[in-house]
């Protein structure tokens, strides 16, 4: 719908209609359209022994919007959670879980990468 200047509008109310009713002046508002992206390029962001797992370069805005909202509404674990399971996808996410070698340090870089990525703060880790 589009936002128009000042004028008069004629609203409607089921069959009867409603006097004129002012519009006050605001400035056009733009149209943003939204369309998905289709970069679906992926780099390595970890190896276990010789196997690379990989993040999208440019994952979807949506998953660092849904890791924004999960951190505030149910916490970090879940927040890093979401976000590792939607970029590395379920075969990476369950290598990382399930690798017994996995240190504190180790973790936090791959946890910082990923939300770097996902909010669109860093460029892919070459």
């Given amino acids: 719908m589009a936002a128009k200047g000042a004028g008069r509008s004629r609203a409607v109310n089921g069959n009867q209609s409603v006097e004129d009713v002012p519009i006050p002046d ?3 508002i733009p149209v943003i359209k939204l369309t998905p992206t289709e970069d679906d390029r992926r780099v390595v962001l970890f190896y276990i022994g010789d196997v690379g ?3 999208a370069i440019r994952p979807q805005m949506e998953v660092g919007l849904q890791y924004l909202h999960l951190s505030q509404t149910q916490g970090e674990p879940a927040a890093i959670e979401y976000l590792l399971g939607k970029l590395l996808g379920e075969d990476g996410y369950r290598a990382l ?6 240190d504190q340090k180790q973790f936090e870089q791959i946890v910082t990468i990923a939300s770097q990525l996902a909010l669109g703060s860093v460029e892919a880790p070459k």
């Fill in 26 to 28: 605001f400035p056009e």
């Fill in 53 to 55: 797992y990989t993040v």
């Fill in 97 to 102: 879980r399930e690798f017994d070698g996995l």
